[in-house]
Structure formats: structure tokens, C-alpha cells
């Protein structure tokens, strides 16, 4: 069975980070780009972070460059999303995604004092 499964969401300061994991499952090969998006109350679902697989390029939304990084571990099948110098528009249900079609349950972060 096919699975993305997010953890380390959570409630954080304004300023603060969070490190987001997503672990991927059931997949025949780990030759594929990941991705992170994120959707707040009453907006669309964003792209906030891309990595490819071999070469690892790495692409970002302009709202959150210079504070996240997107890595991969392709021996623990894991990607991961460090943010950092959060802030309250960065509330959103962050979600990792193989394109075109798989999809995690997402995991939901809260910035707020």
C-alpha cells in the first residue's frame, strides 16, 4: 500500500520553528521529486517546497525563502521541511506530495502567540 505520512506539526511562537517529516511507503523506486504544499482556512492549497531526486535542486514559494528547507533521505524514504522564523501567516496544513497523484494526510502548524 502506497503511504505519505507527515508528522511534527504543531502550535509555535511567532519566530519560532518546526521541523516537519514525511515518510514515504509502498513505493517501487524513490526516483521521483518531492514535494511540500500548504493550505490556510479559505485559500488554495500552495507549493511551498520542491526537491528534486538525484541532483537534489530545490525550489521554494518567495514567501518562505531564506526561512525553510526542504531535504530528502532516500535511505529512510523521508523528506523533511525545516522552518524557521515561523510566522502567523505560515498557518496552514502543511502537506507532502509525490506528484502527480499521492498525497499525505497532512499535519497541521500554528503560529501564534
Known amino acids: 500500500q502506497v503511504q505519505l505520512v507527515e508528522s511534527g506539526g504543531g502550535l509555535v511562537q511567532p519566530g519560532g520553528s518546526l521541523r516537519l517529516s514525511c515518510v514515504a511507503s509502498g513505493f517501487t523506486d524513490s526516483t521521483y521529486t518531492m514535494n511540500w504544499y500548504r493550505q490556510a482556512p479559505g485559500k488554495e492549497r500552495e507549493l511551498v517546497a520542491r526537491i528534486t531526486n538525484f541532483d537534489r535542486v530545490t525550489t521554494y514559494a518567495d514567501s518562505v525563502k531564506g526561512r525553510f528547507t526542504i531535504s530528502r533521505d532516500n535511505a529512510k524514504n523521508t523528506v523533511t521541511l525545516q522552518m524557521n522564523s515561523l510566522k502567523p501567516e505560515d498557518t496552514a496544513v502543511y502537506y507532502c506530495?509525490?506528484?502527480?497523484?499521492?498525497w499525505g494526510q497532512g499535519t497541521q502548524v500554528t503560529v501564534s502567540s
Open positions: 506530495q509525490r506528484p502527480p497523484d499521492y
